[in-house]
């Protein structure tokens, strides 16, 4: 092909076009244009000629300016395939390779440069940097292997000093960090020496350190993993995971979802979901080791710590948003396998009995419920029904007490978990009068179970109608039993079923002062010190129903023992006790979703004799904010905290919605951040439900707004929490949501120039420029203020001289009818004016410049004056031919007038001016009085 010589067509541009318009966005800083070009032109260009070798080496600088350094450097490989040797093109491939951190060839490609052009300056600088830099290096090689020779002989060695090995073992995790560190361990043979070590280590802080070890080689390394998968054996770390030590249960589950994550290219840090190439290459180890996790789960030989683990693993890695295994463990039989642990029972003592905890039920409902959420078509649906049926059947098929019972259990577990599932399997033939017939047997553990049955299944009482038109009588019956477990779980279904009018507090199903009695009742098994902990979390179920009504809430935010027994309760880590706590929560400071109450529908509504709900007078929001108040003050930031570990992404959105109204009341904010409500925010708005983390992300904007930002997020939080915010300023958000989280990034980009970098890295810019257009003139403030700040930031400068309308639209904002929208972009124009000419000549293209010039040099607050006053000043300054356009306008008798004011609060805007007629004195635009009076002697 004819490269420089290709003929145009009608819309058609030769090679030679393409490539100067490349190198003039390249030019503007329009990065993307450039790039863009640049591949045009690259589609036009011969195999290995030298006009593709120039374009190959302008998409290198275009890649270097996006950062995206290993395309710069494929791009300069393919240029110097090409033309060996070519300066430029080393130039930006060492450039590329010491920004990824490969000095040594960084160096290599220095020195080449320096040998072909020994009279390139530029270089010289850049050469000794990577000489010392590779020098350090070697050095560094040198120590560290020295290092791990030392680390060897101390940790691997059963006879050295207990304090020394530990201190070893704790040294590997913290050069794991390093690239180079690993890699050098891994070269010395550490797996194999762990794998070794661990057969016969009784030391807990060194196995603790040697799993944490193995765990910091794999993150985010997925060579690594496969390494350490191919020493190790998968096996290995379910035999780690089989403790009794809730600490090393931890780390070894930490460490199996870490290499879950490398092999699957999942990377939580920044939200990203599999790699659909890894997760390809590496089928085989990912299906082992999740097939492993759910036959695991059934193991008899296994701790209750470690089977919690294993269920958790899986929860995590069925979803879509994982490694989307859902339908894969349905087709291997899981579903049955997590029924089999559903239905375990302490009281059945027998050598195939599971060991499980008191979370084990409710972290495989909630497993059961992901797989469920998972399947997303019909066929996938009938599939895992099938699935329960057949578990169902297999148990019933001989009438044994223990194996009706089993089923009852897994039927509960089932209707805490995938609620249509569990409604569906009650409702087949002969499962509703088993539960019955158990309900009114003698037998307390039939009793216990078919409660805890009649309990679930009331949740949707219009699906199992038969069930629950005769619990009532059951229930009353069994709360007069002797026995507590089975008074509170029958209190606990009384309660259920008295809730069921919600908020409507025109609805009473029991008569006047039955749910507080029944509360009261609550109260006492959860107050009561001689009772266990599963009679207290049966109470705090109840109560989770009860607090629906406002005279609830109003005596139980009163008694100081119950709300602390609910957050002592809430620190136990009990995963069964996490979503009763939260909904009480919940239900005290109305942070459940209300529709909205519209008046023409409800006088329609009147009109038509439908049922109007109505509010209780205790649910005002002066009554809301005073509760919010005493649970604050009472500590329920610290429970909240605790409870935001649970698994379930529905208790972590009534988590956020519980942080968000406390965040709302101002003079709650200062406790809240005292207690660590950030951390614990920013963790909320990582994963979850979508209302979950924007709910989360409002109350960080809300803890912002008022208190000094690096108070609130105080050291890297500062930057953890802009993602959050910018979240917030999307189209589909409120406006108060967009308000709130412009005051906070407001806040903190005013704090400094890191940040301010970082607001623009996450794509904030846009999102801010976005809100300063919109109809919401609060909104239109609030995002303006931001972009004062940002203004500050020379990247932010740069952008606004490229090629582009952003300054042209920043200076129209002056003109705002607003006077706080006016002073704030006045405030930014003449930041921007002061650091740029090209933004000083930016402003004359707005047609309207001279008009919106009048407006704020002669507003009546001060403020706008005087910074519409800078703004002149640095036009004048700038260019001489912009010094003339000003002064050729009625802008020059405005400036001569303010330098005739004497009002001492004008001072400053007055000194301005002068200073402004001084700059045009200087370009000679105008004449100073000594100036105009030599010229008339001279005319006389």
Known sequence: MGVSGVTDSVGVKSFNELKEEGNKAFKNNDWKEALKLY????????????????????????????NENQKAIEDCDKALEIIPEDPKALFRRCQALENVGRYEEAFRDAKQIHTVDPTNKAIQPILARLHTIVENRIKENTQTENKIRQMFKYAFNIEEDPEKRAKAVSNFIVLCKESRGSKALIEAGIIEKIAQLMKIEKNQEIVLGCIRTIGQLCKENAQNTKKVISVLGIPWFLDMLNCKEEEQVNAAQYCIQVIINSISGIDKSKDEKPDPKLLEENKAEIDTLLTCLIYGCTSRTIS??????????????????????????????G?????????????????????????????????????YENMYYDEARTRYLDNIDDYVKDKLLTPELENRIRVVVAITTLLLGPLDVGNIIVSREGIIPMIVQMANSDDVLQQRVACECIIAAATKKDKVKSLISCSVDILKKLYHSKDDGIRVRALVGLCKLGSSGGTDASIRPFADGATTRLAEACKKFLLNKAKDNDMKRWATEGLSYLTLDADVKDKLINDKAALRALFDLAKTGNQAVVYDVITTFVNLVNAYDKQEIIPELVELAKFAKHHV?????????????????????????????????AESENSRE?????FNVLASQQELRGIMVQQGAVKCLLKLTHNGTEKGMRQAAQALARLGVSIDPSVAFNGQKSMEVIKPLLALLRPDCQALENFEALLTLCNLASMNETVRNHIIKEGGLSNIENMMFEQHEMIRRAATQVMTNMVSSPKVVELYEGNNDKTKFLFLLCGEEDEETMKAATGAMAILTSASKICCQKIFEVSTWLDIFHMILAHPNKDIQHRAMVIVYNIISSKKELAEKIIETDIMEILMAYTMLNDIEKSEVKKIAQEALDAAKKWKIIKSADEATNEDEDEN
């Open 304 to 333: 209750g710590l470690a089977r919690d683990a294993l269920i958790e693993l899986i929860s995590r890695n069925v979803h879509y948003k994982a490694i989307a295994w859902a339908e894969q463990l349905v087709k291997i039989k």
């Open 335 to 371: 579903l049955q396998r997590l029924m089999e642990v559903g239905s375990e029972l302490p009281e059945y003592k027998y050598e195939s009995s599971m060991e499980i905890t008191d979370s084990t039920r409710t972290l495989t409902s909630l497993c059961l419920a992901r797989i």
């Open 654 to 658: 009534l988590i956020a919605r519980v």
């Open 39 to 66: 591949c045009a032109a690259l589609s036009l260009s011969a195999d290995f000629s030298q006009e593709r070798a120039i374009i190959l080496k302008n998409r290198a600088a275009v890649y270097l300016k996006l």
């Open 613 to 645: 709900p109505e509010d209780h007078e205790l649910d005002d929001p002066e009554f809301v904010a005073q509760r919010s108040t005493i649970l604050v003050h009472e500590g329920i930031v610290s429970a909240l905290v605790a409870l935001s570990k």
